[in-house]
């Protein structure tokens, strides 16, 4: 079992930056691929970034790559959205997910996750 919480949102303004963390209990996170996802109202739950379990291999979604970077400290249990010019559009509840995985599978399809966190709100103002 693996808990997830996030933590790190807030109301920035366009242009800004902001670091999402997800802290997971349990000893064998290392074990685990983990992915961000957020929802906007109104919205359904998209694929946002995720990393695989030693941390080495990374996927993006298009309206992301070049502003997020997804990282994780395995010593820490700890994984990172570092979120650089953000924009309204990025205004979303953002979920972490994890889910037991070999070092080749970081999914970014939201029903091959297994564990997911409450979510933290980031808001963007123009």
């Known amino acids: 079992q693996v808990q997830l919480v996030e933590s790190g949102g807030g109301l920035v303004q366009a242009g800004g930056s902001l670091r999402l963390s997800c802290a997971a209990s349990?000893?064998?996170?290392?074990?685990?691929?983990t992915g961000w996802f957020r929802q906007a109202p109104g919205k359904e739950r998209e694929f946002v970034a995720a990393i695989n379990s030693s941390g080495g291999r990374t996927n993006y979604a298009d309206s992301v790559k070049g502003r997020f970077t997804i990282s994780r400290d395995n010593a820490k249990n700890t994984v990172y959205l570092q979120m650089n010019a953000l924009k309204p559009e990025d205004t979303a509840v953002y979920y972490c997910?994890?889910?037991?995985?070999?070092?080749?599978?970081?999914?970014?399809?939201?029903?091959?996750?297994?564990?997911w966190g409450q979510g933290t709100q980031v808001t963007v103002s123009s």
């Open positions: 349990g000893r064998t996170f290392s074990s685990y691929a």
């Open positions: 997910a994890a889910v037991r995985a070999g070092s080749g599978y970081y999914p970014s399809i939201q029903d091959a996750y297994t564990y």
